[in-house]
């Protein structure tokens, strides 16, 4: 039986399996489809937070392991909690930790009950246990505190991702236990099994059992490919409930997150678009186009005509290709934001394609205005 929802999820219209709802939450609703901006140290890289908002984005990401690292949960806690400290009033959501510390931390030695790591900054030894990551992210404030897990590496074979899965749902089970129910507040189960059906269905029976706000879907974006990833979804996603929000985590490109919402998914993070945003590469939507080309020297056009960020409103391609060419500050934020603006735009065009019921129609239009290939635009 689920408990009383402390986050509450409304689905507003229907097309296919894709969605449009809202996210009511303690810092404010969230309309979904969303993307999240990813504000890894408590910043989204090259953006001041009135420039994120200025983009349309509603909630954004922050991460558990980088926090406690540097500058410790405890601190932020101090100085009035990670909205506060980032001037982010509204909803945030922080991952778990997890996956940074196998991806990034040194001398991993991990056990049934957590994981003991040195840092990568300075090697300082330190311990994550699942009560321990929801107590950063409680002294955090986050919004939205997801369950511990382990990121199953890819490839893995069954037996490998079945130990994974299966210590990642003892984790979410001590998670849930160390979780401070509030009103507007939520923590998010994570799905994992790797590409096997009947592993990410027992861990999605798994977690239902026990009971979350949201239901995550973690362990892809990890070298598997599109086609996997989505046969993953659409063997995953009618295992998880109807009334809580689904999130792919880590994910992904444009063609990406229009798949994943087809496929029934409600909420995407990703660092594509602001890390394009700092090596000069462009989401327009006319493809992907790179402002260090030569080409670019004297164009005067906007980058993308249909953009309102001012980097198109403003400027023109030929000035985006001198600061990068200048090395610049100037170019990567101003790229970042287009970016940015451009994921925030994408998921309104879904949200509201899906409201009008003409959700493949929109799909396969934006497809269309691509160009296949970097730099054909």
């Not at 959501?93 to 790591?117: E, H, I, P, W, Y």
Request: net charge neutral.
């Amino acid at each position: 039986m689920h408990r009383a929802m402390t986050l509450t999820f409304q689905s507003h219209a229907n097309d296919g399996a894709a969605r449009a709802g809202v996210l009511h939450t303690a810092h404010g609703d969230v309309q979904t489809p969303v993307f999240m901006p990813v504000g890894t140290a408590g910043t989204v890289k090259a953006m001041t937070a009135d420039a994120v908002r200025a983009t349309g984005a509603g909630i954004v990401l922050g991460n558990t392991y980088h926090l406690m690292l540097r500058p410790g949960a405890e601190r932020v806690a101090r100085l009035g909690g990670l909205h506060t400290f980032m001037d982010w009033p509204g909803p945030i959501l922080t991952d778990s930790g997890g996956f940074q510390v196998m991806s990034l931390a040194q001398l991993r030695k991990m056990d049934k009950d957590g994981v003991t790591f040195q840092s990568h900054i300075d090697g300082s030894k330190h311990r994550l246990t699942p009560a321990r990551s929801i107590e950063i992210q409680h002294l955090l404030d986050a919004t939205i505190t997801m369950a511990l897990d382990e990121c199953t590496p890819f490839p893995a074979t069954p037996e490998q991702a079945r130990a994974s899965m299966e210590l990642s749902m003892r984790w979410a089970s001590l998670s849930k236990q160390a979780f401070v129910e509030r009103p507007g507040y939520g923590l998010f189960g994570i799905v994992q099994g790797s590409v096997y059906p009947d592993l990410r269905a027992q861990s999605a029976a798994a977690l239902t059992a026990i009971g979350f706000d949201g239901y995550a879907i973690g362990g892809l974006a990890v070298g598997e490919g599109q086609a996997a990833m989505f046969d993953v979804l659409d063997f995953t996603v009618p295992h998880l409930p109807k009334d809580r929000p689904r999130y792919l985590m880590g994910v992904g490109t444009p063609d990406d997150l229009i798949g994943a919402v087809q496929r029934g998914v409600d909420m995407f993070d990703c660092v594509m678009p602001t890390r394009a945003g700092r090596t000069a590469r462009a989401y327009t939507a006319q493809g992907i186009m790179n402002m260090r080309n030569a080409r670019f020297a004297d164009d005067d056009r906007p980058l993308d005509p249909s953009c309102r960020c001012p980097g198109c409103t403003r400027h023109s391609r030929g000035y985006l290709h001198h600061l990068f060419r200048a090395d610049e500050m100037l170019g990567p934020m101003l790229l970042t934001w287009h970016n940015l603006t451009y994921y925030q735009d994408l998921m309104l065009g879904l949200r509201s394609a899906i409201m009008a019921g003409r959700l493949e129609e929109h799909a396969a239009a934006t497809r269309a205005g691509w160009v296949a290939k970097e730099d054909q635009a």
